[in-house]
C-alpha cells in the first residue's frame, strides 16, 4: 500500500527549530513531486511549498520565506522541510502530499493523489 507518513513534530518554543519527515512507503518517491501543508485550528489548510521530483523547489508561502527549506533525498525516500526561528502562528497540523511529476501547493489541488495523515508541531513559550 502507497503512503506518506510525516514525522518529527512536535513542541518547540519560539525562534526554534525542527525538521519535518515525509517518508515514502510502499513505493519510491523518485518520481513524485511533494509539497508540505499546514492548517491551523479553524483556519484552512494552506501551502507551504513544493519540491519537484529533480530537487527543485516551488515559492514558499511569504510568511515562511527565509525561515523554512524543504528537501529531498530520494535515496532515503524522504522529503523535509526545515523550519527555524519557528514562531507561535507556525503552529498546525503539518501535512505532506504529493503526485507523481506534479508539483502543487495548492491544498484543493484534487491531482494531489496521496496525503500523509499530518503531523502536529506547536510553538509556544
Known amino acids: 500500500q502507497m503512503q506518506l507518513v510525516e514525522s518529527g513534530g512536535g513542541l518547540v518554543q519560539p525562534g526554534g527549530s525542527l525538521r519535518l519527515s515525509c517518508a515514502a512507503v510502499g513505493f519510491t518517491l523518485d518520481y513524485y513531486a511533494i509539497g508540505w501543508f499546514r492548517q491551523a485550528p479553524g483556519k484552512e489548510r494552506e501551502g507551504i511549498s513544493c519540491?519537484?521530483?529533480?530537487?527543485?523547489?516551488?515559492n514558499y508561502l511569504d510568511s515562511v520565506k527565509g525561515r523554512f527549506t524543504i528537501s529531498r533525498d530520494n535515496d532515503a525516500n524522504t522529503v523535509y522541510l526545515q523550519m527555524d526561528s519557528l514562531k507561535p502562528e507556525d503552529t498546525a497540523v503539518y501535512y505532506c502530499?504529493?503526485?507523481?511529476?506534479?508539483?502543487?501547493?495548492?491544498?484543493?489541488?484534487?491531482?494531489?493523489?496521496?496525503w500523509g495523515q499530518g503531523t502536529q508541531v506547536t510553538v509556544s513559550s
Open positions: 519540491i519537484k521530483s529533480t530537487g527543485s523547489p516551488r
Open positions: 502530499a504529493g503526485a507523481p511529476y506534479y508539483c502543487s501547493s495548492d491544498a484543493t489541488d484534487q491531482y494531489l493523489e496521496l
